[in-house]
């Protein structure tokens, strides 16, 4: 049972999701009782793709607007501008019934396998809820076998059925997440820091097994992290996201290899590796500064008090997100 | 100043510690052994649970009920702080000569105050400032951790300040009193990876000119990679392996540590499938007989079942196991990158 391998090369395939030119606004906390509301732009002009059968590693720094783009594209919350596209179909504005139906093939894997699961109820419910609150079986006990399925696929026991969520540990709790996720047959997964909350050692099994899911099932991943170690090893393509701009988007390989946005530069040569003599010899980049916060981004590009290439063009014109190789985007005046 | 000098700073020999809960007596700490001379840096790495934070409370005598010190000794400079007047003394040396900071700065800030207040009450407190002493001392402190403008960031609240600023306060106050050893519980734990950069270079910077000993603990092995010389490797409430950071990672002798380098996807690397070992760390409840690893070790043997003591593998190393440097884990495959 390999459909991704009835599936077309990857360069080939028709995107499953495209994201044009989204913007997301958030009401502003209120100044006093009498100020207008006001809004802040949390995402502007995002644009990307996702194929199926493949990982899009989004990456940024806290408040860079990561949960809010797999919000957006699960379609919990409203653009302020822009569309979204799921298989071809325009869904920028589908509500209700229709949006439930849309919902079976687009679900969500969170961060934190702690709070996400209902500690009241049995594994079986709570892997199965999808399945009844879909009409695809009427109760718990009728979804036992394909349950049991599930659970294969996810590495869990099969007595893990009728235990309760704190019987199992975190990476356990992460696994029972994700067949929960799988049980509608999704074509997109959305999985918004799924290994942050794990320890190293248990990261690398759930890292492990969203890759052999993929590969057996074709899913296409929205992978949200900070953690661009984790990104390099599980997607095909990244995007960089910087206070709620996407800064470079480019195959994984060409991004990791040869950086073009000096935003990525910084953030990938920060990153230490694990091995004393090679973390020694890197060459680091440290700016100053902090990270700009969404109720006072900058004018022009939002990188400009931190980066060193900055002129004054930079702190007056917003750079446009344009290719500069092949399949490689970056937004950038001077690159 | 001299750098790395023979006598240790601070030993702890065989330390164990334990909470009453109501589940039953957690065993968090098993009989930890490290020490630390002037100048040196420790790393001390493990996943959650393993016993990092206990040691440093302990050390910095925060161990408090439900938890106890039920054996073993913390000397500093070769006199106990346990037993005798070692109390007395705990409360002169901790804060003065062996600081802490921690991986959430908000929870030891105090929100009414002022940044700028409180360094200078722990000027006041532990060196005897008059205030107006103090008040030039903080802005020469807030300048020695980088943090800009200093007379106007001063008179901000936490609040007003990003993570990253937060930390560079928690330093200043940490190094306020020229401390001899600063311990770094996760310090960047909480922060982006290039404020964690901002943040370790600053503290490897105070480490060099101020000559200090800095324990910091971590569960991330490319932190623990930039700053230290030595390592300790917890698990389960024991040091499992112990070495100079540089031999360590090229050739681990524990098979935890074996694991949790292969376990690890590197910035720089080849796309191997992650070594992922199998199972969790086991409850600190009612801890395993034996080797606590044993449970999720490749190559246990029948022997596994006796605690194995930490021995010396090679020079500057050694590991707490019967099979040390024996290959644990088979070699990982290639991922085959793209679907194409
Ligand atoms: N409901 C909301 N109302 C107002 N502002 C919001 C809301 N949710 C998020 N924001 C703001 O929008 C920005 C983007 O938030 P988002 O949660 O998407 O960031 P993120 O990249 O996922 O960060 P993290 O790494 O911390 O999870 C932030 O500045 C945040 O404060
Ligand atoms: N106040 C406490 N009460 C009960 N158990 C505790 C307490 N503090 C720590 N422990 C236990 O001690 C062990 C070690 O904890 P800790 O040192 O905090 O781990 P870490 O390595 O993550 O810092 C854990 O099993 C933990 O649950
Ligand atoms: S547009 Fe200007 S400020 Fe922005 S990253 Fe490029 S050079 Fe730097
Ligand atoms: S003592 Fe035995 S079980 Fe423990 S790590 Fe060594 S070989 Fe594995
Ligand atoms: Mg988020
Ligand atoms: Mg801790």
């Given at each position: 049972m390999s459909a991704a391998l009835s599936l077309p090369p990857l360069a080939d395939r028709e995107p499953v999701l495209s994201v044009r030119s989204m913007t997301v606004e958030y009401e502003a906390s209120r100044g006093g009782l009498w100020s207008k509301p006001s809004k802040v732009q949390a995402l502007r002009d995002i644009s990307f793709d996702i194929r199926p059968g493949e990982t899009l590693g989004l990456v940024g720094e806290s408040g860079s607007g990561k949960t809010t783009i797999g919000r957006a594209v699960l379609r919990r919350l409203d653009l302020a501008d822009g569309r979204i596209f799921f298989r071809g179909r325009d869904i920028t504005n589908v509500r209700g019934e229709e949006l439930r139906k849309l919902r079976r093939h687009m679900q969500l894997v969170f961060q934190d396998p702690y709070a996400s699961l209902n500690p009241r109820m049995r594994v079986l419910d709570i892997v199965a809820e999808p399945l009844i609150v879909y009409g695809i079986v009427k109760n718990a006990d009728e979804a036992r076998d394909e349950i049991g399925e599930l659970m294969r696929l996810v590495g869990l026991p099969r007595d893990a059925h009728d235990r309760y969520p704190h019987a199992f540990s975190g990476g356990q709790r992460q696994r029972i997440g994700i067949a929960r996720a799988l049980a509608l047959k999704p074509e997109l997964i959305v999985a918004?820091?799924?290994?942050?909350?794990?320890?190293v050692s248990v990261r690398a099994q759930v890292v492990n097994l969203l890759q052999d899911l993929q590969k057996e099932l074709g899913i296409a991943y929205l992978f949200i992290a900070h953690d661009l170690s984790v990104v390099r090893h599980i997607s095909h393509r990244v995007a960089i996201l910087h206070s709620g701009r996407l800064v470079e988007i480019a195959d994984r390989d060409a991004l990791y290899d040869n950086p073009q946005h000096p935003y990525t530069e910084a953030l990938l040569s920060a990153v230490p590796v694990p091995d004393p003599r090679t973390q020694r010899a890197r060459k680091r980049l440290i700016y100053r500064g902090d990270i700009p916060d969404v109720a006072h981004w900058p004018s022009?590009?939002?990188?400009h008090a931190r980066c060193p290439l900055a002129t004054e063009r930079c702190s007056l014109q917003v750079p446009l997100l344009i290719n500069k190789g092949e399949d490689h985007k970056v937004a950038c005046w001077h690159r | 100043m001299d750098a790395i000098s023979d006598m240790p700073l601070l030993e702890v020999e065989r330390l164990c510690v334990e909470f009453d809960t109501r589940a039953g007596v957690v065993h968090g700490l098993r009989g930890v052994d490290l020490s630390i001379r002037r100048g040196e840096t420790l790393a001390i790495v493990g996943e959650s649970g393993s016993g990092k934070s206990v040691t440093a409370q302990a050390v910095m005598g925060l161990i408090d009920v439900p938890g106890r010190i039920v054996s073993g000794d913390i000397k500093w400079k070769g006199q106990s702080l346990l037993t005798g007047d070692g109390p007395k003394r705990a409360r002169e040396i901790r804060g003065k000569e062996v600081s802490l900071i921690f991986q959430d700065p908000m929870t030891s800030l105090n929100p009414l105050l002022t940044v700028g207040a409180q360094i200078a009450e722990v000027l006041q407190r532990?060196?005897?400032?008059t205030k107006t002493q103090a008040r030039t001392r903080v802005l020469e402190l807030l300048e020695a951790v980088g943090i800009p403008a200093p007379p106007r960031r001063a008179n901000q609240y936490p609040h007003e300040l990003s993570g990253g600023m937060r930390q560079r306060i928690m330093i200043a106050m940490a190094i306020a009193c020229e401390p001899q050893l600063l311990i770094a519980d996760e310090p960047t734990t909480a922060l982006d990876v290039t404020i964690q950069a901002q943040v370790l270079e600053l503290i490897a910077g105070l480490q060099e000119t101020l000559n200090l000993s800095v324990i910091l603990i971590t569960h991330d092995l490319g932190v623990v990679a930039g700053l230290c010389r030595r390592v300790a490797v917890m698990y389960a409430g024991r040091i499992v392996e112990m070495g100079l950071a540089d031999d360590l990672f090229e050739r681990p002798s524990h098979p935890y540590t074996q694991g949790l380098i292969r376990s690890t996807p590197r910035l720089d690397d080849r796309m191997n499938r992650l070594i992922a070992i199998e199972g969790s760390p086991p409850s600190l409840l009612s801890p395993p007989v034996g080797c606590s690893f044993r449970a999720r070790c490749p190559i246990a043997v029948e022997r596994c079942t006796e605690q194995p003591p930490l021995a010396v593998v090679h020079p500057g190393a050694s590991a707490a196991?019967?099979?040390?440097?024996?290959?644990?884990?088979?070699e990982s495959p290639p991922l085959e990158a793209a679907l194409t």
């Amino acid at each position: 049972m390999s459909a991704a391998l009835s599936l077309p090369p990857l360069a080939d395939r028709e995107p499953v999701l495209s994201v044009r030119s989204m913007t997301v606004e958030y009401e502003a906390s209120r100044g006093g009782l009498w100020s207008k509301p006001s809004k802040v732009q949390a995402l502007r002009d995002i644009s990307f793709d996702i194929r199926p059968g493949e990982t899009l590693g989004l990456v940024g720094e806290s408040g860079s607007g990561k949960t809010t783009i797999g919000r957006a594209v699960l379609r919990r919350l409203d653009l302020a501008d822009g569309r979204i596209f799921f298989r071809g179909r325009d869904i920028t504005n589908v509500r209700g019934e229709e949006l439930r139906k849309l919902r079976r093939h687009m679900q969500l894997v969170f961060q934190d396998p702690y709070a996400s699961l209902n500690p009241r109820m049995r594994v079986l419910d709570i892997v199965a809820e999808p399945l009844i609150v879909y009409g695809i079986v009427k109760n718990a006990d009728e979804a036992r076998d394909e349950i049991g399925e599930l659970m294969r696929l996810v590495g869990l026991p099969r007595d893990a059925h009728d235990r309760y969520p704190h019987a199992f540990s975190g990476g356990q709790r992460q696994r029972i997440g994700i067949a929960r996720a799988l049980a509608l047959k999704p074509e997109l997964i959305v999985a918004d820091e799924p290994v942050s909350a794990l320890d190293v050692s248990v990261r690398a099994q759930v890292v492990n097994l969203l890759q052999d899911l993929q590969k057996e099932l074709g899913i296409a991943y929205l992978f949200i992290a900070h953690d661009l170690s984790v990104v390099r090893h599980i997607s095909h393509r990244v995007a960089i996201l910087h206070s709620g701009r996407l800064v470079e988007i480019a195959d994984r390989d060409a991004l990791y290899d040869n950086p073009q946005h000096p935003y990525t530069e910084a953030l990938l040569s920060a990153v230490p590796v694990p091995d004393p003599r090679t973390q020694r010899a890197r060459k680091r980049l440290i700016y100053r500064g902090d990270i700009p916060d969404v109720a006072h981004w900058p004018s022009g590009c939002h990188f400009h008090a931190r980066c060193p290439l900055a002129t004054e063009r930079c702190s007056l014109q917003v750079p446009l997100l344009i290719n500069k190789g092949e399949d490689h985007k970056v937004a950038c005046w001077h690159r | 100043m001299d750098a790395i000098s023979d006598m240790p700073l601070l030993e702890v020999e065989r330390l164990c510690v334990e909470f009453d809960t109501r589940a039953g007596v957690v065993h968090g700490l098993r009989g930890v052994d490290l020490s630390i001379r002037r100048g040196e840096t420790l790393a001390i790495v493990g996943e959650s649970g393993s016993g990092k934070s206990v040691t440093a409370q302990a050390v910095m005598g925060l161990i408090d009920v439900p938890g106890r010190i039920v054996s073993g000794d913390i000397k500093w400079k070769g006199q106990s702080l346990l037993t005798g007047d070692g109390p007395k003394r705990a409360r002169e040396i901790r804060g003065k000569e062996v600081s802490l900071i921690f991986q959430d700065p908000m929870t030891s800030l105090n929100p009414l105050l002022t940044v700028g207040a409180q360094i200078a009450e722990v000027l006041q407190r532990h060196l005897g400032m008059t205030k107006t002493q103090a008040r030039t001392r903080v802005l020469e402190l807030l300048e020695a951790v980088g943090i800009p403008a200093p007379p106007r960031r001063a008179n901000q609240y936490p609040h007003e300040l990003s993570g990253g600023m937060r930390q560079r306060i928690m330093i200043a106050m940490a190094i306020a009193c020229e401390p001899q050893l600063l311990i770094a519980d996760e310090p960047t734990t909480a922060l982006d990876v290039t404020i964690q950069a901002q943040v370790l270079e600053l503290i490897a910077g105070l480490q060099e000119t101020l000559n200090l000993s800095v324990i910091l603990i971590t569960h991330d092995l490319g932190v623990v990679a930039g700053l230290c010389r030595r390592v300790a490797v917890m698990y389960a409430g024991r040091i499992v392996e112990m070495g100079l950071a540089d031999d360590l990672f090229e050739r681990p002798s524990h098979p935890y540590t074996q694991g949790l380098i292969r376990s690890t996807p590197r910035l720089d690397d080849r796309m191997n499938r992650l070594i992922a070992i199998e199972g969790s760390p086991p409850s600190l409840l009612s801890p395993p007989v034996g080797c606590s690893f044993r449970a999720r070790c490749p190559i246990a043997v029948e022997r596994c079942t006796e605690q194995p003591p930490l021995a010396v593998v090679h020079p500057g190393a050694s590991a707490a196991c019967w099979r040390p440097s024996v290959p644990a884990w088979q070699e990982s495959p290639p991922l085959e990158a793209a679907l194409t």
